[in-house]
């Protein structure tokens, strides 16, 4: 059973920093791709971050420069590291996970459960 288990929500002051960690079942780690998304109260989930089993990344462009995904190959871990933290960035944090087997599309994915960041003085 796939598994991606979420952690390190919490509250934080704007400026401040978290790092959120999803811990990933071993029989898709190495090859799926890891994303985490956020969705805040009456807004669409959005893609904030994620990194190929190559370790090539990417970032929404609201998060460049204070965001960073990293993965640890050896705890089967993916981190977000997120500093300068700011109102706007509370959400609920998903860890997800894909795999696009053909270009025609068939793909299999995973969420975990999700972790709250708030952001607030």
């Known amino acids: 059973q796939v598994q991606l288990v979420e952690s390190g929500g919490g509250l934080v002051q704007p400026g401040g920093s978290l790092r959120l960690s999803c811990a990933a079942s071993?029989?898709?780690?190495?090859?799926?791709?890891i994303g985490w998304y956020r969705q805040a109260p009456g807004k669409q989930r959005e893609l904030v971050s994620g990194i190929t089993s190559d370790g090539t990344t990417n970032y929404a462009d609201s998060v460049k420069g204070r965001f960073t995904i990293s993965r640890d190959n050896a705890k089967s871990t993916v981190y977000l590291q997120m500093d300068n933290l700011k109102p706007e960035d509370a959400a609920v944090y998903y860890c997800h996970a894909k795999r696009v087997y053909n270009k025609a599309g068939l793909e299999s994915n995973y969420w975990g459960q999700g972790t709250q960041v708030t952001v607030s003085s």
């Open positions: 071993r029989s898709i780690f190495g090859i799926y791709a």
